[in-house]
């Protein structure tokens, strides 16, 4: 059984500031992003105060709460701040294999409410842009000889969802994952300044946060692990199915509040993100982020939510994550 077929999808969106129909009344929002700025979280959370400004009657404020690759903020939001109704906190496919490896304590997914999503991500094999590897055979090549010759880091401990991104590659060759010298960073944004200055030579990142970062020319992308190419801006990188190896991580992105948010309040932000899905905006901006449509809120992405929880806890159980 491959790890690799997982979730789908998130990271809010922009809009441009047209009047809405309609408006969220909600107290001094915010979106708490669970890591340092310049990572996967920070994308989430920067998508949102620009997709759904037009369907609060406040701008979102976005705060760093660090720490455990989103631990941190996931105790807090069940413990002390479990009915704040004014924050929504980004979450990744990583945040769930979190959950079902007992990473976040003793909460489970049934602890929190899950607000909405914007779209799909996935994962991408990156690397300096004067890196000796100029395509993912290269670097495969080097894992199958010896998956210690090469330094992998990703902004996730061994057993997130980056660190199975670089377990893939390495067992796609045949070697062990066991094997693979692999750096943890605290997010994305760390991982990508470890890459940038050399201490790490290939970056187990997503493609959706890597927009901004390949306009400055100093990175490159290897391979999507996607089923298909995407669109634009990431058209002329190939697939890794399409470069031999088969390998694909979905990643879902979205937003979670805490358990004890009551209905009527929950449903101010479930309501904002469905009139947000309702406008081209909202479409243009998952496309310009590197993602696909997947629209879910409220019922409807607990309902999901339940069903991917359930296959990682299948994915981490083969690979040795939980018994």
């Known amino acids: ?13 922009m809009s441009i500031a047209a009047p809405a129909l309609a408006q969220s009344d909600i107290r001094k929002p915010e979106c708490v992003a669970p ?10 959370c920067r998508v949102a105060q620009k997709g759904l400004d037009p369907h609060v009657d406040a701008p979102i404020q976005v705060t760093f709460m660090p720490g455990g ?11 002390t701040r479990t009915d704040d109704a004014s924050a929504i906190v980004a979450f990744s496919t990583g945040s769930l294999l979190n959950i079902v490896t007992g990473k976040y304590g003793e909460f489970t997914e049934d602890d929190v409410r899950w607000v909405g999503t914007a779209g799909a991500d996935f994962g991408a094999v990156v690397v300096r842009s004067d890196s000796e590897y100029q395509d993912l055979a290269g670097l495969m090549e ?11 880091g990703a902004g996730g401990s061994v057993g997130s969802q980056d660190w199975m991104k670089g377990a893939l590659l390495v067992r796609e060759t045949g070697a062990s994952p066991m094997d693979m010298r692999y750096v943890a960073f605290d997010g994305g944004g760390d991982a990508i300044a470890a890459l940038l200055g050399g201490s790490i030579e290939v970056y187990m990142g997503d493609v959706g946060e890597m927009v901004s970062h390949l306009k400055s020319g100093q990175m490159r992308i290897l391979a999507v692990m996607s089923p ?11 697939t890794a199915i399409e470069q031999g190896f088969d390998l694909e991580w979905t990643i879902m992105r979205g937003f979670y509040m ?66």
Do not use: C, H
């Open 142 to 152: 080097d894992l199958g000889g010896d998956p210690s010759s090469v330094v992998v």
């Open 258 to 323: 805490g358990g004890e948010v009551s209905d009527a309040d929950y449903q101010k932000w479930v309501d904002a993100f469905e009139a947000a899905y309702a406008t081209p905006e909202w479409a243009e901006i998952q496309k310009a982020q590197g993602l696909l449509p997947l629209n879910l809120a409220g019922e409807a992405l607990e309902q999901s939510i339940d069903e991917r929880v359930a296959r990682l806890r299948g994915i981490a159980t083969e690979a040795g994550l939980i018994n």
């Open 1 to 13: 059984m491959r790890f690799a077929r997982i979730g789908t999808a998130l990271a809010v969106t």
């Open 35 to 44: 890591a340092n700025p310049g990572g996967g979280f920070d994308l989430t």
């Open 228 to 238: 298909e190419r995407l669109d634009e801006p990431f058209a002329e990188i190939p």
């Open 69 to 79: 690759i989103g631990a941190v903020a996931y105790n807090m939001f069940n413990t």
